[in-house]
């Protein structure tokens, strides 16, 4: 798992479970699996940034051990993003690059190429520079997330700690 967190708990195990359940499923998660102390489901994929920042969570599993309240998470969404983000902009301006560079060398203005490799230059270091940002933002979110989603439980489910 990618993100675990714990919190003290005395409270009511099924509660905690069943707040998750109903806070997940109308997002797109589905319940994989049920038990008396514990609840594991899996999300929809991430599509885009501004989807619920839970959504960045492929898998949760939430359970009852020891007094504790634990969530582990899978972020399999904050990886896909990742990929998209990092190669598909720089890929689209290395293929462009190429394009037009053909389409130049086909139509004998050799130089022409220049303002549009500048252009497509500058775009790969403007994503290599906003690719990471827009990366860290995300898993940050979606991990803030998580982490008030197990505080929410744990106040649902009646905790005193």
Known sequence: MDHAATKPFRGDVDKALT???TALTPIG???ERTG???VDLFGPPMQRTRQSALVGASRIRLAHRAGQLALEAELGGVRRITRFVLVFP???CLFLGIVFSVINLATGQVGAWLPAGVAIGVNIVVWLVIGPIV???LRKK???ALDTLLVNAV??????S
């Open 155 to 160: 106040a649902v489910g009646g905790s005193r």
């Open 142 to 144: 979606t991990l803030a």
């Open 29 to 31: 998660f589905r319940v």
């Open 19 to 21: 707040f998750v359940v």
């Open 135 to 137: 990366v860290r933002h």
């Open 90 to 92: 720089i890929a689209l």
């Open 36 to 38: 008396a102390e514990s």
